[in-house]
């Protein structure tokens, strides 16, 4: 929503007008991730959800891998979590909408959680 009280309008026309659909100018910087998935007019939860299930993958990692680590060991689940990073990493650079971005970065914060524990207790 806008707020339109800054404008020299008269008191009656200054309201909040919900969007519906965003105009990007893409003269400076092309396409981005906001213009391509239209994260506005009311988006702004997918923002919040994105990093909660960053997190969710982290916590995830925590318990997959070091159950992992205790199985396999410490150096082994290091490799494998640093390749599942580079791989995953990668591969949501160029998804190609936000659920299967979103998707992906939980399997990196998977990877980087348990990456961590592992190198942590070597």
């Known amino acids: 929503m ?7 309008l008269p ?22 991730i906001t213009s391509k998935w ?15 299930m960053f997190m969710v993958g982290k916590f995830l990692g925590c318990v997959v891998f070091g159950m992992f680590s205790d199985r396999f060991g410490r150096k ?17 650079a160029f998804a190609p909408n936000l659920w ?8 990196v914060a998977m990877a980087a959680s348990g990456m961590y524990t592992a190198a942590f207790v070597i």
Do not use: N, P
């Open 38 to 52: 239209e994260l506005v007019c009311g988006k702004e939860w997918v923002i919040s959800t994105s990093q909660a």
């Open 76 to 92: 082994t689940t290091l490799m494998v979590c640093a390749g599942m990073k580079l791989v995953f990493g990668v591969v949501a």
């Open 100 to 107: 299967v971005f979103v998707s992906l970065h939980v399997l």
């Open 11 to 32: 008191e009656d026309e200054r309201k909040r007008i919900r969007c519906s659909k965003w105009d990007f100018d893409k003269t400076d910087f092309g396409e981005t």
């Open 2 to 8: 806008y707020d339109l009280s800054s404008l020299d």
